[in-house]
């Protein structure tokens, strides 16, 4: 190759260099925003509902419900109905940033993962659940849905769940509605494929809801996390917390609870 050939084969070279290095921060820049967006989202709808960030310690202890819990208990659900009537239960978890009404839209079940609490357009969609589930709690397994978001807004957050500690020192999961509040305790935190779990198991069959429940803890990854002294038959109500795995399109990361206590509000 000439002198020339050289040239033009190394301005190719720069060329593509330059295109990386924009792309990678036009990338960097949407992410940052989408991030921003998503927790000035979240920040604005705990100021709606007059919730305030958690301050207390509660790593280890039997919950006191309602008291001792800040979030959820002073929702407005009436406020929350004229904001959207697709709302219907907040969740709550301690020391992660899962602090959202729920929603369900009655004929589209992929449309929170694009669009808020306000049905606008923003990517950090809503926490949701399907039509395949009731919005009274009463199936064997309600599955909820929020995107893997980077700031750990949404159910970024239940990523902790991984670590070890973090899961033997956080035990329970809060639901709200208008009428009830919902105690669960954590039984397992791990990932899955991608199978929609709702629409693969009959858990109304207790046969197949039972071997369902057994095979959770044959899942054995370097993030699966259980808690073998909670015993859970298919004769409990579960939540499953679904979210993606980061980098990973095939694979879910899962926390699941089983009900413990009801208490009307």
């Excluded at 819990?69 to 004229?82: A, Q, S």
């Excluded at 803890?217 to 259980?226: F, G, K, L, P, R």
Aim: hydrophobic content about 30%; some cysteine; overall charge negative.
């Amino acid at each position: 190759m000439d002198q020339n050939g050289k040239k033009k084969v190394w301005k190719v070279i720069f060329v593509l260099a330059i295109l990386v290095f924009v792309g990678c921060g036009v990338y960097y820049g949407v992410t940052t925003y989408r991030n921003y967006l998503a927790e000035k989202h979240r920040q604005e709808i705990l100021k709606e509902m007059e919730s305030t960030e958690f301050t207390g310690e509660m790593e280890g202890e039997e919950p006191d419900i309602p008291k001792g819990i800040r979030h959820g208990e002073d929702v407005d659900f009436e406020k929350l109905r004229k904001i959207n009537s697709d709302l219907y239960a907040w969740i709550y978890i301690p020391h992660t940033k899962v602090d959202y009404p729920i929603a369900q839209s009655a004929d589209d079940n992929s449309y929170y993962l694009k669009y808020n609490m306000n049905k606008e357009p923003e990517f950090a969609g809503c926490i949701y659940t399907e039509n395949y589930n009731r919005k009274d709690f009463e199936d064997p397994n309600t599955v909820i849905y929020g995107h893997n978001m980077r700031n750990d807004s949404m159910f970024g957050s239940l990523h902790d769940f991984e670590d070890s500690k973090f899961f033997e020192k956080n035990k329970f999961v809060f639901i709200y509605t208008p009428d009830k509040v919902m105690t669960y305790r954590i039984f397992a935190a791990y990932e899955y494929d991608d199978r929609h779990i709702l629409g693969t198991f009959d858990f109304s069959d207790k046969e197949v809801y039972d071997k369902y429940l057994k095979s959770i803890y044959e899942v054995n990854t370097m993030v699966s996390n259980y808690r073998k002294d909670v015993k859970v038959t298919s004769e409990d109500k579960i939540i499953t917390l679904s979210t993606c795995a980061s980098g990973k399109p095939e694979s879910r990361y899962l926390v699941q609870a089983v009900l413990e206590d009801v208490k009307t509000r």
